[in-house]
């Protein structure tokens, strides 16, 4: 990551810049809760990515910058909304937004957010810009849309696990990417190999999320351990237990998750389970797989920094496992 930000560093303190000037609002209230957002911390990975893609690309003019600002507007917007669906009262070790200014002041300025993000499409004045970033939004939507669904369902399938996480992540990685490749006015194989990158990074750094939820090593990144086992959420590592499991404990995973039955202890268990099974080690060989894969959708473009800084960021994101 240090490596990226560096080589972008420039580019990346205008997006900031501008990111700070559109939250802007006389509306005290929107500014506020957005800067506390924004100081609870986080990469900026995704705007990063976007810089990073149109750079590799040879692009040298500014709408990359607007634009990252804009799917940075979409994920902080989605994190507002994802914090209220799922009654989260920390995000990045700190209290959430929804936790400090309450549910309803949370939505509404995720709503402010998605329209800035829309304005800043509007004012790059591609269609096919427009296209990419409001079908990644609408993409988001329906993954945690089918996350609820399929939420304290142990019959769910990797299949529909894997339907959400395309969703509600990956389709934003790989917005970011691809509109790099489309400001630089680049061949199509281009763009659908930044598209590809950044699809299988998102698989990736959602799958090692999910696994970090059952870790110690997510303490290190100042999360609480388990927030995925008390809301029920079937993820990978849960879906691999379960799977392996015998009959005693496949009972265990449908009174924790479906019946919602937790007691004390319960979460102890559940990582017991899940090591015996190996649940963890495996699914971040899973997240392995899908980095690999995006690492080796970058062989479409020639040796260079950002190329190199692009496959670092694949080995931070399965890094944080450790």
Avoid at 93 to 103: D, E, H, K, L, T
Avoid at 112 to 119: E, G, S
């Amino acid at each position: 990551m240090t490596a990226l930000v560096g080589l972008v560093r420039d580019d990346l303190e205008a997006c900031n810049r501008l990111i700070i000037a559109r939250m802007q609002s006389p509306v005290q209230l929107i500014p506020q809760l957005a800067a506390h957002l924004i100081a609870a911390g986080g990469k900026r990975l995704r705007p990063l990515l976007t810089l990073a893609a149109a750079r590799l690309c040879g692009y040298r003019g500014e709408r990359h910058v607007g634009l990252a600002a804009c799917v940075e507007f979409i994920h902080t917007a989605t994190l507002l909304h994802d914090d209220v669906v799922d009654e989260s009262d920390l995000r990045r070790g700190q209290a959430s937004a929804n936790a400090v200014f309450g549910n309803q002041a949370s939505v509404l300025v995720g709503d402010f957010l998605f329209a800035r993000a829309f304005q800043l499409m509007v004012a790059d004045g591609s269609l096919e810009v427009l296209d990419i970033l409001c079908s990644a939004a609408a993409t988001i939507a329906e993954g945690e849309v089918l996350q609820l669904v399929i939420q304290n369902d142990t019959t769910s399938t990797e299949a529909q696990y894997l339907d959400v996480i395309e969703g509600k992540t990956a389709a934003l990685f790989a917005a970011a990417t691809r509109v790099g490749a489309v400001v630089a006015e680049r061949p199509k194989a281009e763009a659908e190999a930044l598209d590809s990158y950044g699809r299988n990074l998102g698989i990736a750094f959602q799958l090692v999320d999910d696994a970090l939820d059952y870790s110690a090593a997510q303490e290190k990144l100042g999360k609480t351990v388990g927030d995925d086992f008390r809301e029920g959420k079937i993820t990978l590592p849960v879906l691999l237990a379960f799977e392996r499991g015998d009959e005693t404990e496949k009972t265990f995973w449908r009174r924790v998750l479906e019946e919602r039955d937790q007691k004390d202890g319960d979460l102890a268990e559940a990582l017991i389970l899940m090591g015996r099974h190996r649940a963890i080690e495996d699914t971040i060989v899973r997240a392995r797989h899908y980095g690999d894969r995006a690492i080796a959708a970058l062989s479409a473009f020639g040796a260079c920094p950002e190329k190199a800084a692009l496959t670092g960021v694949v080995e931070f994101c399965i890094a944080r496992a450790r």
